[in-house]
């Protein structure tokens, strides 16, 4: 009766596979939620169904594979793996971002795994590289990409504006809404023309006056007056989607995962655009990568159907069902053309991941580094947009924490 | 709700996994083992304590052994910490044995303790299995236009079971801490925990139906038809509730009060919003009677504003006795007994001068005051043993065949005794 219950059936034909190959039996799936995210019901359900899509797919290939699916927000995803590694209950599979990905690695709370060769071959190959172990294995498989954008109200501005001048523009109005997370406002580095000068402090090079005026120049714009009067700051992203479906705000950078979120509240009002170019250059925004990991308790039953559920993930056929139908992430497949589609939306995210590409380099190296998740850089970017620290003084203290552990002042 | 079902029967996927089966198995010989040896040679006492380490002992080495070996091991070490605690609830109880009475003691331990660290072990295990903030959110339903999840539902429900069940021990802690600091008696005290409990039952309730989403309009809408009903039909638990409300906050009347209900002393045992239950103590009976009782008739108390009770004894003595020497042994006889107050002394009154000719007995009443109105008869029928045997010793015992002992409730008296609490008008 058991055997039933947990979803195993002694049947020797299955779908007219023989038993050897069909795949029977019972799956769980955790799926980190992001820490910008809410944890609430609404939320719950929006993660639940961009994972339907996938797992609609998968059991109509597989169809005496049952999925539980559970939820959970990333920042709690290390311990409660930690405690249920050790009973033997942890997920079969795990799904969340590239950075909390590597965090659950280095605790060894998932399995890393070899893949051959052609399954890699079109995968993103920056998030890729973010998850090779070094000894041919991978932590994981980037599934789906989640660049950042910009979300506007468009009955209050009717069309996106392109560069930090129109969006600042007395004209335009615009009520803007900004995260003082240095992962969500580093798209402003391109803009500004500080990029080159922060990768190349995160690369380890001599400090030059070259290199740090630029990034003083950035530390200033977040403080002029033209941003201060129009910018709202907030500590976390979930603020600021607060007021931008309340209506008090008309303009923020945004992530696909948000986009039900403030659809809810907007309605057709909400509209999504590149995040806008400046006297520097493009922008530079980062993309979250969503990654699929295996779990360490499985039964080799679990985990082969685990792996199954993986490579059928990464499949061009799942991966554009993902992108058309969520219209919230791109496909971690590079060879998947949707620049042709004809929504705003995916050409917007399509746009900004292209974008992202310039800073790729610099947000490997602040990834890895750990700097998005630095509690001391966030501090210097805190106190400087409230005034509690000058330009010159935050300046240093965030060359510092960008520059490489080993060329840091002792 | 079949999204709730469908995730706790999911998590029989888990007993696909060798190394969950295996914890489970080691768990169960374990404790089926034990549990044949206790059965088979029962103890008691400091040896059944032995086995109950023995058990866990046992348990933790299983667990340190698959730990040490590499295999999951949390199952076996959540099931030795809980059952840890279990037994220590046990030494909780020889330790509150002595500072809590034993009915409060065992409401503590099994309305509140047991059940609260049930629920701790349950959420520990489902902690394990599967996410409980995710649990939480898992719909169950709609109510009067709110989506109720799992989450809510428990929250309602344990802040409700608590409010109502497990109010009272807090509440006399409170109360208890109030009378230290406002240095106010028993009665008070016990009023004050009733309140308290109320209030805590009344906002718990609130909150855990505000939680399952009946908002503040809704409850008005309620509240209207209730009033409808009330008019209809249940007008009379309404007053007892209204008049048990009035009474606890006015403090006409309250738990370890002594009243005369039908000439007959009692003592106010228990209060709730619809009756007082009273303790009589003549037959040893409980009565329970409605608030609303209290609220209309004239209660008559001894304990309100202090707990003394004036007595009288009459006694008839033959009137060739000499009155002086009569009423300083009467006095002498009263003051030899327990209960009854020297201060003020007891006072023997001459009320009638008898007629030797036409053999009429002189009547003398002793009056004395005692602070245990209950235990009146008793200390009245000492006294008067004690009359008998003092008059008897010095040879005086000629009393009338016809002695006239007599309680009086002195209503309007000079000294301090019972008072009446007026009906409202």
Same mark, same amino acid.
């Given at each position: ?10 049947? %020797? ?12 039996? +019972? ?35 597989? $169809? ?65 590289? +973010? ?29 996106? $504006? ?18 003082? %997370? ?30 740090? +005026?630029? !990034? ?36 923020? $950078? ?37 990654? !699929? ?77 750990? !700097? ?19 330009? $010159? ?18 | ?6 995730? @706790? ?33 029962? @103890? ?27 295999? /999951? ?95 009272? /021990? ?136 202090? /707990? ?19 009423? @300083? ?43 245990? /109105? ?52």
């Amino acid at each position: 009766m058991l055997m039933g219950l947990s979803g195993c059936r002694p049947s %020797q034909w299955v779908q007219g596979l023989p038993r050897k190959d069909a795949l029977q039996g +019972q799956i769980f799936v955790l799926v980190g939620l992001s820490p910008d995210e809410r944890f609430d019901s609404l939320t719950k359900k929006d993660a639940e169904n961009r994972l339907a899509i996938l797992l609609d797919g998968f059991r109509s290939i597989h $169809p005496q594979v049952r999925v539980q699916v559970q939820t959970l927000p990333e920042s709690d995803l290390s311990n409660v793996l930690l405690r249920r590694n050790r009973a033997g209950l942890s997920p079969d599979v795990v799904i969340a971002r590239g950075e909390t990905a590597m965090a659950l690695q280095q605790h060894k709370l998932i399995n890393p795994q070899t893949y051959p060769p052609g399954q890699l071959a079109h995968l993103d190959q920056g998030a890729l590289h +973010q998850l090779h172990l070094g000894d041919g294995r991978f932590l994981g498989l980037p599934i789906g990409l989640f660049p950042q954008v910009a979300c506007y109200n468009r009955k209050r501005l009717p069309t996106p $504006p392109t560069t930090i001048q129109e969006l600042l523009a007395p004209a335009s109005q615009a009520r803007i809404g900004l995260s003082m %997370q240095f992962s969500e406002l580093s798209w402003s580095l391109g803009s500004l023309g500080a990029l080159d000068s922060a990768t190349a402090i995160a690369s380890g090079q001599p400090l030059t006056a070259t290199l740090k +005026q630029p !990034i003083a120049t950035w530390l200033a714009w977040l403080r002029s007056p033209g941003l201060q009067q129009r910018a709202v700051f907030q500590a976390s992203q979930d603020g600021l989607l607060e007021d931008m479906g309340a209506g008090r705000l008309d303009w923020m $950078p945004c992530r696909g995962y948000e986009f039900d979120r403030l659809r809810r509240q907007l309605g057709p009002a909400l509209a999504v655009a590149p995040l806008p170019s400046g006297p520097g250059g493009p922008a530079s925004p980062y993309t979250n990568k969503r990654v !699929i990991a295996l779990g360490v308790n499985s039964s080799p039953n679990q985990r082969r159907i685990a792996r199954a559920f993986l490579v059928f993930g990464i499949n061009p056929v799942s991966q554009r069902a993902v992108a058309m139908r969520s219209q919230q992430e791109l496909s971690a497949l590079t060879n998947l053309n949707l620049e042709t589609d004809p929504s705003p939306i995916l050409k917007a995210l399509v746009a900004s991941n292209l974008q992202s590409s310039v800073n790729r380099q610099l947000n490997q190296k602040i990834v890895n580094a750990g !700097i998005f998740s630095n509690g001391q850089m966030q501090n210097v970017l805190n106190r400087f947009i409230y005034g509690e620290i000058e330009t $010159p003084k935050a300046t240093d203290a965030l060359i510092e924490m960008l520059r490489p552990a080993s060329s840091r002042l002792p | 709700m079949k999204e709730l079902f469908q995730e @706790v029967v999911g998590w029989l996927g888990y007993l696909q996994r060798g190394a969950v089966v295996s914890q489970l198995l080691l768990i169960l010989i374990a404790v089926t083992s034990l549990g044949f040896v206790q059965r088979r040679w029962p @103890v008691a006492g400091r040896t059944f304590w032995v086995r109950r380490w023995v058990q866990l002992l046992t348990l933790g080495s299983l667990g340190f052994g698959l730990a040490v070996a590499g295999y /999951p091991f949390r199952l076996i070490l959540d099931l030795v910490v809980f059952l840890g605690g279990w037994y220590g609830l046990d030494g909780l109880h020889h330790f509150f044995v002595k500072s809590l009475h034993r009915s409060e003691l065992g409401q503590l331990e099994i309305q509140v303790l047991r059940p609260s660290y049930l629920v701790f072990g349950l959420m520990t295990l489902l902690r394990s299995l599967d996410s409980p903030e995710d649990m939480a959110l898992i719909s169950v339903g709609h109510f009067l236009g709110s989506d109720i999840n799992v989450g809510d539902l428990v929250m309602a429900f344990s802040v409700g079971y608590l409010a109502l069940v497990a109010s009272g /021990p807090p509440s006399k802690l409170l109360a208890r801490f109030i009378q230290h600091l406002l240095l106010s008696g028993e009665g008070t005290m016990k009023a004050t925990a009733l309140v308290i409990r109320y209030l805590l039952m009344a906002m718990g309730l609130l909150w855990s139906v505000h939680r399952l989403g009946v908002h503040s309009t809704a409850l008005l809408a309620v509240a209207g038809g209730l009033s409808l009903g009330i008019g209809f039909g249940i007008k009379e638990i309404a007053s007892d509730f209204i008049s048990g409300v009035w009474i606890l906050f006015e403090g006409s009347v309250r738990p370890g009060e002594k009243l005369s209900i039908d000439g007959e002393a009692c003592e106010v045992r228990y209060q709730n919003l619809r009756a007082t239950t009273l303790w009589r103590e003549c037959d040893n009976a409980e009565l329970v009677i409605p608030n609303r009782t209290f609220f209309s008739n004239t209660t008559i108390t001894y304990t309100r504003g202090d /707990p003394f009770r004036r007595c009288e004894v009459r006694v008839p003595v033959p009137p060739d006795l000499n009155p002086g020497e009569i009423m @300083v042994l009467m006095e002498k006889s009263a003051s030899s007994i327990d209960g009854v107050l020297r201060d003020p002394p007891p006072r023997t009154l001459l009320l009638k001068i008898g007629d030797a000719t036409s053999s009429v007995s002189s009547i003398y009443a002793l009056r004395f005051m005692i602070n245990d /109105p209950i235990n009146q008869p008793e200390i009245c029928s000492a006294v008067q043993a004690a009359i008998w045997q003092i008059l008897s010793a010095k040879g005086l015992a000629s009393l009338s065949s016809d002695p006239v002992p007599q309680i009086v409730d002195l209503r309007v008296t000079e000294i301090a005794g019972s008072q009446t609490t007026a009906p409202n008008q």
